[in-house]
């Protein structure tokens, strides 16, 4: 048997450091850099679109810019600007007539430039704010663009940007040559350019010199087809017409591409229906025009609850029409897309939410996926915001203007916060302050959710190594 090994104390060397042998270890300790608030993503936002306005501002401002004598109205400027760039629609001055064909072409490149900007431009500025691409900056970025993957963020962004270009490019020769029986040459190629721009962006803005936006082709089925089609086709973004074109069948597009598609749809039913039902009576909107030009004007204003394009005013309209159209506006389209609002997506996770709570589920589940509880929270502040962002801009409103009806007010706040651009018609009629209003919160409705989930992504879980203790509150 053999034992256990044990060494013996002469084995056993034990070495003591001599005190000369100490040697002091000098340590430099590098200061952490912290990043530059100055080119925080969510400023750099906020500066693109800024400089965007400023310039359309001053562009506009110009003598050669609209028709008459010495400089435009600084406010007329601003306000125009502020709309094409954020793709309202909202409107001071009648932009067929007072605004000269200079001052159109620069209301068509606010409008470009703006729409693609909410999908690509912000993404570019994310890249070029740094040299180095970190993991936060490209999940800022895969927010944005609303892409499912960190890599390949470059060519994404050239695939996004030549798709709208081609879209637009499809609609613009369309409408020229459709226009080319209506106008001159020169004119039916310009209507054609700037309408196929405006409709894709989702943007509302015509350049005929016939007022009431599109009245005068409410019954050609070729110019309202296509522009309803570019208006649908940019509010439903880039992601879900992709899934779709590679269409594999319903059950295998994502779960983003159906709710989306199926909300989209259940939106579209009822505000046909709502419109139909709500004017079919009245004079001045359905009341005098056949059972197909109603049923199609009614979808037409469906579809537009994006952008603001209208065969007719909502002055004319009556207010339970009005009172629907503020929630199809409020939604607004796709994420990703140029379309404004809460998003199609936002409202499609509370409704499945809501619907999960009602049969005592504790997660949320939507076509057989499970919806991540952050994403629920998200969507209610979302909406949460929204909500106090109408509210509190429409107090300001009634405190400037006294004679006009709540609900009037109430359209025009919902319209600006939405980048939709319907209106009652009191927008050139509202006080200065009113419009200056507006003008913020057309720019806040713009950029004011891309700034909340890039500053949400761009901070570090400071609580992600601990939690605490759950306590249950009462509620209802």
């Known amino acids: 048997m053999v034992g256990k090994w044990k060494p013996k104390p002469a084995d056993v060397v034990v070495r003591r450091p001599r005190r000369d042998n100490l040697r002091p270890v000098h340590i430099e300790l590098t200061p952490v850099r912290e990043p530059s608030t100055v080119l925080n993503p969510s400023l750099v936002l906020i500066y693109a679109f800024a400089a965007l306005i400023a310039i359309g501002t001053l562009l506009l401002s110009l003598p050669f810019s609209h028709h008459g004598d010495g400089f435009a109205p600084f406010i007329d400027a601003l306000f125009t600007a502020t709309s094409a760039a954020t793709v309202t629609g909202l409107i001071v001055q009648d932009t067929g007539t007072y605004w000269t064909l200079g001052g159109q072409a620069v209301i068509l490149l606010l409008m470009f430039i703006g729409g693609l900007g909410i999908m690509t431009i912000v993404s570019t500025l994310f890249i070029l704010a740094g040299q180095r691409i970190s993991l936060t900056q490209r999940l800022v970025i895969r927010e944005t663009v609303g892409t499912a993957t960190f890599t390949d963020i470059t060519a994404i962004t050239v695939r996004i940007v030549v798709w709208a270009v081609a879209i637009q490019l499809v609609g613009f020769l369309i409408l020229a040559i459709r226009f080319a029986f209506v106008y001159e040459p020169w004119e039916a190629v310009w209507h054609g350019l700037f309408q196929g721009v405006s409709g894709f962006n989702n943007a509302g803005f015509v350049s005929f010199p016939e007022a009431n936006s599109l009245l005068e082709f409410r019954s050609d089925r070729i110019v309202i087809g296509v522009i309803a089609l570019l208006i649908l086709i940019g509010s439903l973004s880039y992601w879900v017409i992709d899934d779709v074109v590679r269409w594999r069948g319903f059950s295998r597009l994502t ?14 039913l009822i ?15 359905l009341g005098e025009l056949s059972v197909v030009e109603q049923v199609t004007d009614s979808l037409f204003h469906s579809v537009n609850r994006t952008s603001g394009f209208s065969t007719g005013g909502f002055n004319d309209t009556r207010e339970e029409t009005n009172l629907l159209y503020m929630a199809l506006m409020f939604i607004g389209g796709a994420s990703a897309s140029v379309a404004g609002g809460i998003k199609v997506n936002t409202f499609a996770i509370i409704v499945f939410a809501m619907l999960g709570a009602f049969q005592g589920r504790p997660r949320t589940v939507a076509f ?8 629920i929270i998200w969507a209610l502040v979302v909406v949460s915001i929204g909500f106090v962002g109408i509210y509190m801009t429409a107090i300001v409103l009634t405190f400037f203007e006294s004679d006009y009806h709540i609900v009037d007010l109430l359209f025009e706040t919902v319209s600006a916060i939405g980048t939709v651009g319907f209106s009652t018609g009191i927008t050139a009629d509202l006080s200065l302050p009113s419009q200056i209003v507006l003008a913020i919160a057309m720019f806040v409705g713009r950029v004011g959710p891309p700034i909340a989930i890039v500053t949400a992504l761009s901070r570090p879980d400071r609580e992600g190594m601990f939690r605490y203790t759950k306590e249950r509150v009462v509620l209802g």
């Open 255 to 268: 779960l983003n591409s159906k709710l989306v598609l199926v909300f989209t749809g259940a939106l579209l």
């Open 271 to 285: 505000g046909m229906l709502g419109y139909y039902l709500g004017e079919l009576g009245n004079s001045k909107t």
């Open 368 to 375: 057989g996926r499970r919806v991540p509880a952050v994403q």
